[in-house]
């Protein structure tokens, strides 16, 4: 196997206008809280952030290259990405 054949170890998104670099296969619920992103709030003006980390509970939702509610523990991260948490 070449070295041009070997995906790159890394990935980089941009979450909330700032670009961030994350290991290849982490989800972009991880990212977000790498980048240390204030994520989303609920209607009352609350923090929410991932609970279960499998898709269940719905608090980890953002806008994913322009796809709304997308929940972003079940997303991998991918080069390029675009992600919004407060929209």
């Known amino acids: ?3 041009s054949a070997v995906a790159p170890a890394n990935v980089c998104l941009v979450i909330d206008g700032v ?3 994350v290991a290849r296969g982490t989800s972009v619920a ?8 204030g994520g989303r709030r609920s209607v ?6 991932p609970l279960c980390g499998m898709g269940i509970c ?4 953002a806008t994913i290259d322009g796809h709304a509610q997308r929940r972003t ?3 991998p ?3 390029g990405m675009v992600v919004v ?3």
């Open 1 to 3: 196997m070449t070295a």
């Open 19 to 21: 670009e961030v670099t």
């Open 30 to 37: 991880a990212a977000i809280a790498h980048a240390g992103a």
């Open 44 to 49: 009352l003006g609350q923090p929410r952030a």
């Open 58 to 61: 719905f608090e980890c939702r």
């Open 73 to 75: 523990c079940l997303v």
């Open 77 to 79: 991260a991918a080069n």
């Open 85 to 87: 948490t407060d929209g």
